[in-house]
């Protein structure tokens, strides 16, 4: 199980330090939301943010891509080599071919679903994916509230994994807190997306709160 900061609530104007912050706490990997204001109604960070990431810290980029036409930015970030990247169903045409093109650069390569989309809808996809993302909250900011139901879908893509034998992690990502967290886990999500929460506060203070509740 692994807690993932999302930086976009983090101020930007201290990133440095926060990274250095979350490496000490033991954190492995970043959460990048890069979002268009077409597909979200926000508009966050582009690829040379995660260039820039990926001068500054060891840690490893978890890339979502809230964008309208994933497949004319993927190119651009795979270039930097995330850890993952994850674009959402509702916005790709052709979302196997371009999973295998972010797989066949060695990078993990995930699927999203937004809140309003079932588990069936993406029932073929999830075949081919490391990772399947499941929105808890619509998506475009941080500090929403968590959208409960959506778990039952969690429970869901572990039995369909457990059945077939699928390889991908489950991440869950929106209102994830030190209240939800546990629904969370005991749903079978590997991956918490946690950002408000952390950096709403002291981010090594947060995440021991954190890591506290997943061990009880
Ligand atoms: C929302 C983003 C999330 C966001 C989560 O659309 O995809 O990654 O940063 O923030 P919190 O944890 O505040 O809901
Ligand atoms: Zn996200």
Known sequence: ??????????????????????EEADIEMIHVDIMDGSFVPNISFGPSFVEKIAEETTLKQDVHLMVQDP???????????????????????????LLDKIKSHGVKAGIAINPGTSYETVE???????????????????GQKFIKPMLHKVRKLDLTRQINQ????????????????????DAQADEFVVGSY??????????ETLNKKLSE
């Open 166 to 185: 699928y390889a991908y992690q489950i991440e869950v990502d929106g209102g994830v807190n030190d209240e939800t967290i546990l629904a969370c886990c």
């Open 1 to 22: 199980m692994k807690i993932v900061p999302s930086i976009l609530n983090a101020n930007l104007l201290y990133l440095s330090s926060d990274l250095a912050k979350l």
């Open 124 to 142: 073929a996809a999830i075949m081919i994916a490391d990772r399947v993302l499941v929105m808890t909250v619509n998506p475009g900011f941080g």
């Open 198 to 207: 952390i950096f709403n506060g002291d981010p090594l203070a947060q995440i």
């Open 71 to 97: 497949d004319q930015i993927v190119d651009d970030i795979l270039e930097f080599q995330p850890e993952g990247i994850t674009i959402h169903y509702e916005a790709s045409s052709h979302c196997f071919q």
